[in-house]
């Protein structure tokens, strides 16, 4: 492993119960006045949605609010929305919501910025120039997963392609990120596993990557810890205030221990996701133990370490162990065919997984026939043999 890295740590962060009521004075003190607000149709309809839209109007901030975005945000959803925020003289975004709210109005900001086709910002590509500058982003998660708040890229549809594809520039990093825990009170109990197991695939795969950088190795343990000691807490007592915190942070430490690596787990679930329209969240959790196995000749030291570090007893099996109990208790399902997956698509999926860009950082170097491997192991819910 070289000894050498180039390294980012995110932005400014408010982290606490009831920072949301700060916001319209941190957007007026950044000197906007003009501002579009980027969610869901669900957030929307909340009753702190409209309460913040009148603190914003009332702090003499003109809002135009855009919801129109998909449970995966789609090209015509950022196309959509940058019209908009033309059409209102938008000065700055407020992105809201999961990780679809964040990922749209980050890339929204992008396309303000820029007459290139979108696509050509992919993360395995060259960066190219913008026209302009990318507008102040304030970023609000109102789930506990993507950690899209303090990221830099953002995961949208090509529909036509049924892909996903991953955009990346410096200026989507948010201006400002808000952490509020009670506004993730209301999410379904299922929402919250699903979003919870995606904060754990980050912060886990960034610490088996196979990279120098110790400050994120670092981040990402605790950030499992957290994982570990909140979320059974929060999907059970949905109100506990100090476990939803703890699974906020977790997701921003998750997303920020993965500019370290992602790999085969995300890789895999992109193209189930694209294709069948699974939840990342959930797909990541189903298909955790697969990669973990097929992993395992070159991660099984870290990994103990890791365990170690958590309090888990017996190494890398203990670790394995502990995956399983709990996607058990959060009810995820072992197997890919409960994401609608089909034994006939399977060919493909390995095709795309292995063409993704997080598939070079996986520790154990995966061929297309490695991917179809994994993925009919996770069809029939087998570890065994994955290893070898």
């Known amino acids: 492993m070289e000894l050498r890295g180039n390294w980012r740590i995110p932005t400014e962060i408010l982290a606490g119960p009831g920072r949301l009521a700060e916001l319209p004075g941190r957007v007026r003190a950044a000197g906007l006045s003009r501002v579009l607000v980027v969610t869901d149709p669900g957030v929307a309809g909340l009753p702190f949605f409209a309460s913040l839209i009148a603190a914003l109007e009332q702090a003499g901030i003109a809002t135009a609010v855009f919801k129109d975005v998909h449970p995966d945000p789609q090209l015509a ?4 929305g940058a019209a908009a925020y033309k059409a209102h003289g938008g000065e700055g975004i407020i992105a809201i919501g999961g990780g679809s709210g964040l990922d749209c109005g980050k890339s929204i900001g992008l396309a303000t910025a820029t007459s290139r086709p979108l696509w050509d ?104 810890r957290l994982v570990k000691e909140n979320l059974l807490l929060a999907v059970n007592e949905p109100r506990n205030t100090a476990a939803r915190m ?116 996986n520790p154990r170097p995966a061929t297309q026939a490695d991917m179809l491997r994994i993925l009919q192991a996770a069809m029939a819910g087998t570890l065994t043999g994955l290893g070898d």
């Open 77 to 80: 959803d950022v196309l959509a």
């Open 121 to 224: 910002f992919e993360i395995t590509l060259a960066t190219p120039a913008l026209d302009g500058t990318i507008p102040p982003i304030f970023a609000v998660p109102t789930t506990a997963g993507t950690g899209s708040e303090v990221g830099r890229a953002t995961v949208v549809i090509d529909t036509e392609k049924r892909r996903k594809f991953i955009l990346l520039h410096a200026q989507m990093l948010p201006h400002l990120v808000i952490l509020d825990p009670e506004l993730t009170y209301g999410l379904p109990a299922f929402i919250t596993a699903w979003t919870g197991m995606d904060a754990l695939a980050h912060s886990l795969e960034a610490y088996y990557g196979d990279f120098y950088h110790p400050i994120a190795d670092g981040i990402a343990l605790e950030g499992m």
């Open 246 to 361: 703890n699974m906020q942070v977790a997701a921003s430490m998750g997303a920020t221990a993965f500019q370290k690596a992602l790999g085969a787990i995300h890789s895999l679930s992109h193209p189930i996701g694209a294709r069948f329209h699974a939840h990342h969240g959930l797909t990541n959790a189903v298909l955790m133990p697969y990669v973990l196995a097929f992993n395992r000749p070159f991660i099984e030291a870290r990994i103990a370490r890791a365990a170690q570090a958590l309090g888990i007893a017996n190494g890398f099996d203990g670790f394995l162990s502990w995956v399983l109990e709990l996607r058990a208790a959060l009810n995820i399902p072992h197997t890919i065919d409960a994401l609608k997956v089909t034994p006939d698509a399977l060919e493909d999926l390995a095709a795309e997984a292995v063409a993704d860009p997080n598939t070079p950082d």
